[in-house]
């Protein structure tokens, strides 16, 4: 007579997934529907195990350094290649290259933008000093303003 004395599985609830996470319900029925997370069912409750949990992080991880949920599960499915994980960490290496470069290549847009604007900034200021000098505190208001809001400060 064995028994089995390996503790079950733990499991979750949508509710304390949403909690830990920081995500609603909504967004993990969505993740279900576009079968990035499929959840046990016990009635009307879904029911997650660690590997749904796991998933969670991998997915939330991916959306928030600007990866498609496409290439989310391209990913995710690789999980199941029996190699060690060696293929899903190819795959992650080479999507993580890629966003770099995005990224890097968006940083440099920004970059100029900043600078165009800056040079904007400094014409338009020049060009109200000498057309309408009252005018300039309120553009510096406006700016006061805006930055104390971005800021956080109201």
């Known amino acids: 007579m064995s028994m089995d004395l390996r503790r079950p599985e733990r499991t979750f609830t949508i509710r304390q997934l949403c909690i ?21 069912r016990e009635g009307l409750n879904r029911v997650y195990n ?19 949920l496409a290439e989310i ?27 770099i470069a995005a990224l890097e290549a968006q940083r440099e847009d920004i970059d100029h933008a900043i600078q165009e604007l800056r040079k904007g900034v400094e014409r338009l200021e020049t060009q109200l000093a000498h057309t309408r000098p009252d005018l300039l505190p309120q553009a510096g208001d406006y700016d006061n303003k805006m930055r104390a809001r971005l800021d956080g400060v109201h």
């Open 73 to 99: 599960r391209d990913i995710l499915e690789l999980y199941k290649v029996d190699d060690g994980g060696a293929t899903q960490a190819a795959k992650s290496l080479r999507k993580f290259r890629e966003r």
């Open 20 to 40: 830990e996470f920081k995500v609603t319900p909504r967004a993990l029925r969505f993740y279900e529907d576009k079968g990035l997370l499929s959840p046990a």
């Open 50 to 68: 660690h590997r749904d949990r796991a998933r969670l992080t991998l997915i939330l991880r991916g959306k928030r350094v600007g990866l498609s």
